[in-house]
Each structure stands twice: as C-alpha cells, then as structure tokens.
C-alpha cells in the first residue's frame, strides 16, 4: 500500500488511527498490538508472503536481543559472540536476498563459469528493517538498549510509517515513546501537525517529485539504449533526476513523520535542505541523516574513525561510502556512487586539513560552496539513476558537452551556418523530445523551491515537528490557523485529484 | 478542532466541485449512457463526407456501436490508431480488392480492443475478410485501460467465446477515480470553458484529405481525416531517434496474448471470415536508434506475426520497416502514424 493512494489516505489510515485511540482507552497493550499488526497487515498488502519473513527476523533478532543482554551481565566476551553471530545472520539473510544474482553474476564473469540466476524476489523495505535490527543489537551489546516486550519490539520494528523506507530508527529513540502513557491518549494539535506534515510530503511526491521524473526519465531512457545526449539534454536529464529524487524522498520523510505524529509519536528527520549544504561533508549531514548516523556510528567508528591517523581516515570514509553504495543497490552504479561521495568526502576533509578551514563561510564564498556542492552531487546521481556503467558514461559524456550541444531551432537564422560542428539547431532535447519551454520553466522553479524556501521542519519549527529540536526561521512558520487551514486543504485537494496516477516511491527498491 | 475542520473541508469542497464538474461535463461520457455513440454511428453510415469528429469523444463508444454493422461490409480492419487512415471512402484508398472497408481502429488499442471489437464485428453477422493490424504491444495485456471505460462487461464474454475461459473484467473503479482525476478535471473545464458541454453531430463537407479542415473527420467508413492544424504542424515537427516509446516499454508478447490470438484468428476463420494479418510501419527516425523500446518491440513482435502468418496460413501485409513497404519519410505525421498514402501503397496489391 502506497502512501500517497487512495486506499491508505482513506480506508488504511483512518481505520488504524480510530481502532489504536479507541483501544488505547482501555488497554495500552491493546492499542500496540493493534498497531504491530496494522502495520503488518500495511507490509503484507504487497506480498502476504514476506510477513512471515519480517516475522521471522524480528522473532530471532530478538531472541538474539535477549541473549546479547543477558550474556553481557556476566561476560564480555560471550556477548560479543552473540552479536556477532547475530549480525552475520542478519547481513546474511540480507546478502541471500539482495546480493546473491550480484555475486553470483561477478563470479560468472570473472571465472568464465556459467553459473545461472537464482530466481529470488527481493522483500520490501528488506534493508532497512535489517539495520534498524542490528543497530538494536550493538546497542543491546554496548548497554544503551534492552527490550523484553515482545510487542513494543514488533511495534519499533514494523511500525508502519519507517518500515519500507526509513527512517533508520535507533531504539533509545522510539522505545520510550511507545512506552509512554501520553502517546495513547488522543491529542488534536499532534493529529492536525501529523496531517499538516503529511500533507506537505504528499504535495512533494505528487506535484513535483512525479512532474520531474516525466523530464528524468525519458533522457535516462533514451541514453540507456545507446542514444547520446548533447550537452543541454544530458543536464536537463541529470538535474531533473536530482529534483525528483530529492522531492519524492524527503517528501516520503515527511509523510513518515507526519504520519507518525499523528500517533504521538516523534519520527527522527531524515532531511534538512540537503541542497543547501555548503560543502560535501555538510551535504552528508543533511541527506537521508538517519543512513548517514547509521553509517558513522556502526561501520566509520568502528571501523577507526578518525583515531587511527590521516591515511586510515580516509580509508575509512572510503569504505564506508562504498558499502553504503551497495546497501543502496546490488549494482556497479551504486558502488561508483559511493565511490564518488567517498572521493568527494576525502578532498573536502584534505581541503580543510590543507587550509584549516573549519568554520562556516557567509557571502559570495557561501554561494560557491552550495553550488560546487549541488553541480558535485548531481554529477554522482548520474550512476544512482543509470541502468549501468555504460548509460551513466554516456550522460557524463554528454553532461561534458563531448558530444556538443544543441540549441533551440529559432536561433538557426542568427548564426552562420557551419560556425562550428559541434552546435546544431535541432531543440533543447532532441532525442527525448522533451517540451523544452515546460522544462525550461519547471526546473527553475524546483531549484527555487529548494534553495529560496524552507525545509519542512522549519516550516513546522513552531511544533518541533521531528526527534531533534529545529530552530524556526524567524519569518517562515506554519500556524495552526484557519487560514493556513484553508492553505493545507487546498494543497491536500490538489494533491487528492493528482493521486489518479499512483507512482511508487524510489527509495522502495533499496 | 478549527484547524483540522478547516483542513478537511475546504480538501472536501474543492474536491466535490471537481467531482460535480465531471459529473456534469462528463467530456468522455464515463457516468451517463446516452446514445449519442449510437446516433453517431447512424449519422456517420449515412453521411455522404462524413461526420466532424468531436474532441473530446471516446471513438471506443461509436466504433462499438459500427462493429454491429460489420456484416454490411465486405473488409474489417481491427487495431489502433496506426490504421486511422484504411478506408474505402477516401481520396487514396486502401485494399483495392475489398468492395468496401469498416474501420474500427480505436486510439491505443490493446489486445483487449481486438477481442471484443472482433467478437462484436463476427456476432451481428460475417464480414468477409477481417484484417487485424498489429502494433508492436498488441501482444501484451493491459497496454491500454480504455477498453474497461466502454466495454468491461463484454470483454470477459468475449474471450470466453474464443477461448471458452472465464476472464477478469473491472472498469467501474477505473471510471469512479475518474470523477476526481486533475486530468478529467481539466478536460471538463476546457470544455466548461469552450462552452461545448455536451459533443453535437456535425456533417463534414468535402475537403481535400491532404490537407485537412478546421476539425479532424470521421469518414463514412471510419477512418479519420486530421485538423488542417494537426497536418501542418506534423509537417514541421521532428522526430527523434528512436521515436517516443508509446506502449512499447515494459512487457511486450506475453505468451498467453500470443496464444490469445491465434485462438482469435481460429475463431475468426472458423466463422467462415477470412482473417489478414497487417503491419504499418513506423518512422525511418525510429530505426535510427537500434536499442530504442521501439526498436526493441518491433523487431520480435514482426517475427512472431510472420511466424504466426505462416502456421496458419494467414496472409502478411505490410512491415514495421518503412523501407519494405516503400514509406516515404515525410509520409508519416509522426513517429508511428504513416499518411494515407503510405497505407494505400503498402495495401495496393493485397490480394484479400
């Protein structure tokens, strides 16, 4: 089931909702058990088969959970090997599902043996209900968390708003909420911030994320099947994909958060302007933060951090980009992405390092920054969207002005013909035969949207939307008032009309 | 509470506005039957040049109502718009050999169109040739919804009959979604705006079909004559290489839609009709891009159609490659739609 459907918005959602408060006022445990398997039943709309393997995964993990905890109160040691035991359980049954056609494929290759496919289909959300797992279990083991109820543990794992795309949660962060008496009570300023939230996501996914994946993907497309896009065409294609990504996953965020809120519960931020981030290490701090957390607590720290000398950082954050690439997908493109972001993180570190700079540059200084920023990370968004290596050359090529650039036809009559091979007057896109005046607007006006407007948390300071604590702009901020009522419901009336073309969100595949 | 309320009221009000609007307008007649398509159909056999055809109209409504008439008729053409422009009544005339020629090509049609748009052409009496027009997704299911909106109840009654199996039908919550569609919502409110709520019958006068006239026309036979503005802006307008990928993304020949059809072209012979199976081409901009969708569609479903030509003995005419059929390239409005000359060229010595 879809956020942005029908069925969720008005059947799914009010249902739950009503059912969880209605329980609540006479049992708590009730009201959680209601809510686990709500949020099951949401997971098992795609596959009914897979609950019994979310089922399953929550059942041993915390098993495991229970043994880490009860181990480390009489020996270190032991409970060392529980966790590693169960963290190679959990990375394997994530490697079987996700990664095994990639090894098997490579092997193939490289040994010239012909080894066949095996036919398995990947579970929804597989990655992120695994992680948030095994960041439970290091917590368990390092003494920050421990779990005996059942439910809430179900609940925390399955809960409907994070689990087919995050957040990543951390337990200290939601098990106090669950086992708080105020978050079953209803509160009418939760539910009207939760749905104003909501609302804001939906408006994201449905009015921009989806227009810009209509100019993404036919350019996408065309050079996937060895069209070579000119110079304009190739950035069209990769900031529209930069655009729609951006929207359709931070507005997935919001709905998470929205949603949740409306069941008292406060979801971590997931975004904060990433786009607006004034160098590359800023930008990580900003996009999908709670990937980011995870990454650094559970794979950069401990793989050295930055304790172990200069050299070893940097071999550190490159190892950590990369594995954070292939959690993203079992694909070359992903491992270059993140080989990218590695890269680009270890000239900013060696840039500070050189120059000392560490504090936050203002004026024209600041400007350079968030554009070198946003040009760098389109660039790697290249291979995150391309089918493979070659398709993702091929718009880098083009996004080189290799293959030339192409101007609007009604500049032909001004030049002379023949200036110069590599300008034709053949339209901005010639090859996916975009409408060049639709484009030439809507991009403008999403970067605007991105760079010239606030975030939705700071939209929503007032309320603090999020886990952490958002200070609000002094001019823009929400208010729960008939006329920013007036503002939501014609917003969620735009939104309700456009829902005809469902469309699934990105992040899903990962 | 005066937030929440004020949220989910205005939400409701314009919603319900939009959803009256449709209601109202109803651009495509997806909630009130009328007979206008069969008025339509009525008219349009009678006309001397023709009827001009209304701009929001689904063709699937009178094209339903003219495969009643098919046994007046000596050619049926089946398949999508790609064979607008196969008729009898017009100025370059295809299938010589065919005394007269019903078109009942609809916009997209998908392999649920051939179904029941044939199962309505063989029930009310027998043409005597049947001439299905393959497209390069014909072969696949579900390529285009549309059927579902004008004929979901027969479709499964169809199938049944050629193949003896039950099928799933549902176009009622495909038509219901419509009422709060933004894109219903804006076709009510262009027409709202146009001041046309409801589509009249015009008759046509005689044009020259190269050139066209101030709105598209159907033809006595069916087939389409385009808006004078819609040739001439075809004339000028650039392909790209490889074309616009239309329903050739995706699945393409499904098994069962193969099988599916053979089944259709049994069931059509053994109703004593004579089926022809036809291809027009696409585009010389088209093949430029080898790896295109396009490209990629046509090339197996070209095979599978010869194949399948050649197990039932079922004459082939015409290829998706203009350079066997003679295609010029400015004898294409588009990427996939070629000129009535093109047609008439590649259909002039089918033997049918």
């Known amino acids: 089931m879809l956020f942005n459907s029908y069925a969720f918005i008005f059947g799914y959602l009010p249902v739950t909702l009503a059912g969880f408060f209605l329980l609540a006022s006479s049992s708590h445990r009730l009201a959680a058990l209601w809510l686990a398997a709500a949020s099951l039943f949401f997971y098992g709309w795609w596959n009914p088969a897979f609950v019994a393997l979310v089922m399953a995964s929550i059942t041993v993990n915390y098993g495991f959970g229970y043994a880490i905890g009860h181990a480390r109160l009489r020996s270190g040691k032991k409970a060392m090997t529980v966790l590693t035991v169960s963290v190679i359980t959990n990375l394997g049954l994530l490697a079987y599902f996700k990664y095994a056609n990639f090894f098997i494929a490579n092997v193939s290759q490289l040994t010239g043996a012909e080894l066949s496919v095996v036919n398995i289909v990947l579970p929804l959300g597989i990655s992120f209900f695994t992680f948030t797992q095994i960041a439970f279990l290091v917590d368990v083991y390092r003494g920050i968390a421990r779990e005996y109820n059942f439910i809430?543990?179900?609940?925390?794992?399955?809960?409907?708003?994070?689990?087919?795309?995050?957040?990543?949660?951390?337990?200290?962060?939601?098990?106090?909420?669950?086992?708080?008496?105020?978050?079953?009570?209803?509160?009418?300023?939760?539910?009207?911030?939760?749905?104003t939230i909501f609302i804001i996501g939906l408006a994201k996914k449905v009015l921009l994320a989806d227009q810009f994946a209509l100019y993404a993907n036919p350019v996408f497309d065309v050079v996937a099947h060895g069209g070579e896009p000119k110079l304009i065409e190739a950035w069209i294609g990769a900031l529209a994909y930069a655009l729609q990504l951006y929207f359709d996953f931070s507005g997935y965020s919001d709905m998470a958060i929205g949603l949740s809120r409306m069941f008292n519960v406060k979801l971590p931020m997931n975004f904060d302007s990433p786009y607006k981030a004034p160098n590359i290490i800023e930008f990580w701090r900003r996009?999908?933060?709670?990937?980011?957390?995870?990454?650094?607590?559970?794979?950069?720290?401990?793989?050295?951090?930055?304790?172990?000398?200069?050299?070893?950082?940097y071999l550190n954050l490159m190892i950590t980009m990369l594995l954070g690439g292939l959690w993203h997908g079992a694909g070359w493109t992903f491992v270059m992405w993140g080989g990218l972001h590695g890269l680009y993180l270890v000239i900013n570190h060696g840039w500070r390092r050189l120059t000392g700079a560490e504090g936050e540059s203002s004026g024209w200084r600041a400007v350079a920054g968030i554009g070198l920023t946003f040009i760098a990370v389109v660039?790697?968004?290249?291979?995150?969207?391309?089918?493979?290596?070659?398709?993702?050359?091929?718009?880098?090529?083009?996004?080189?002005?290799?293959?030339?650039?192409?101007?609007?036809?009604?500049?032909?009559?001004?030049?002379?013909?023949?200036?110069?091979?590599?300008?034709?007057?053949?339209?901005?896109?010639?090859?996916?035969?975009?409408?060049?005046?639709?484009?030439?607007?809507?991009?403008?006006?999403?970067?605007?949207?991105?760079?010239?407007?606030?975030?939705?948390?700071?939209?929503?300071?007032?309320?603090?939307?999020a886990w952490e604590a958002v200070r609000a702009p002094s001019r823009w901020s929400w208010q729960l008032s008939r006329k920013y009522g007036a503002v939501g419901g014609v917003l969620f009336a735009l939104t309700l009309l456009m829902l005809t073309r469902e469309s699934a969100f990105l992040y899903f595949q990962f | 509470m005066n937030y929440i309320f004020t949220v989910l009221s205005t939400a409701a009000v314009l919603v319900a506005s939009a959803a009256v609007l449709n209601w109202t307008i109803d651009p495509a007649g997806l909630f009130r039957k009328s007979s206008f398509g069969q008025q339509y159909a009525n008219y349009l056999v009678a006309s001397e040049h023709g009827l001009l055809t209304p701009d929001s109209f689904d063709e699937r409504e009178f094209k339903s109502e003219l495969a009643t008439d098919a046994a007046h008729y000596d050619c049926v053409v089946i398949g999508s718009s790609h064979v607008m422009q196969v008729g009898s009544t017009r100025k370059h005339r295809s299938f010589p050999t065919c005394k007269s020629i019903l078109n009942l090509g609809v916009s997209g049609a998908g392999i649920e169109d051939h179904v029941v748009l044939s199962w309505l052409a063989l029930s009310a009496g027998r043409p005597r040739a049947l001439i299905f027009s393959i497209d390069p997704w014909t072969f696949a299911f579900g390529k285009d919804e549309r059927w579902k909106v004008r004929y979901a109840e027969q479709y499964p009654v169809a199938r049944m009959a050629i193949e003896g199996k039950n099928a799933v039908s549902g176009g009622s919550a495909n038509r219901w979604s419509s009422l709060i569609s933004a894109q219903y919502t804006k076709r009510s409110l262009g027409l709202l705006l146009r001041g046309a709520s409801t589509p009249s019958i015009e008759v046509a006068r005689s044009v020259d079909e190269d050139?066209?006239?101030?709105?598209?026309?159907?033809?006595?036979?069916?087939?389409?004559?385009?808006?004078?503005?819609?040739?001439?802006?075809?004339?000028?307008?650039?392909?790209?290489?490889?074309g616009e990928s239309y329903k050739t993304d995706g699945a393409i020949n499904d098994g069962r839609a193969v099988d599916?059809?053979?089944?259709?072209?049994?069931?059509?012979?053994?109703?004593?009709?004579?089926?022809?199976?036809?291809?027009?081409?696409?585009h010389q901009n088209v093949w430029m891009l080898e790896a295109s969708p396009n490209v990629k569609a046509m090339v197996p479903t070209e095979k599978i159609v010869r194949k399948m030509g050649e197990e039932l003995d079922v004459p082939v005419i015409g290829s998706f490659r203009p350079e066997i059929v003679g295609c010029l390239p400015d004898e294409f409005y588009d990427s996939m739609h070629p000129m009535a000359s093109c047609v008439a060229r590649l259909t002039a010595r089918a033997n049918l």
């Open chain 1, 379 to 465: 660039i790697a968004w290249v291979p995150f969207r391309a089918t493979d290596l070659d398709a993702a050359l091929h718009m880098w090529v083009g996004m080189l002005g290799v293959n030339g650039i192409s101007l609007p036809m009604s500049l032909a009559v001004r030049v002379p013909s023949g200036f110069n091979p590599l300008v034709v007057f053949e339209g901005l896109a010639p090859l996916s035969a975009l409408n060049a005046q639709e484009v030439i607007l809507a991009l403008p006006f999403g970067l605007a949207v991105i760079w010239l407007l606030p975030n939705t948390q700071q939209w929503m300071a007032k309320y603090q939307p």
């Open chain 1, 287 to 313: 996009w999908h933060m709670t990937l980011s957390t995870f990454l650094r607590d559970y794979l950069y720290v401990p793989l050295g951090g930055s304790r172990k000398g200069v050299p070893r950082r």
């Open chain 2, 211 to 242: 050139v066209g006239d101030e709105f598209a026309i159907t033809l006595p036979d069916g087939s389409l004559v385009y808006s004078a503005a819609y040739i001439t802006s075809a004339k000028i307008a650039k392909i790209p290489a490889g």
């Open chain 1, 152 to 195: 809430h543990y179900v609940l925390f794992v399955t809960y409907f708003p994070h689990l087919i795309a995050g957040p990543v949660l951390h337990h200290k962060q939601m098990m106090p909420q669950f086992g708080y008496a105020g978050t079953y009570r209803v509160n009418l300023e939760n539910i009207n911030i939760g749905l």
């Open chain 2, 260 to 282: 599916l059809y053979r089944r259709l072209i049994l069931w059509a012979r053994e109703h004593g009709v004579k089926p022809v199976l036809l291809m027009t081409p696409y």
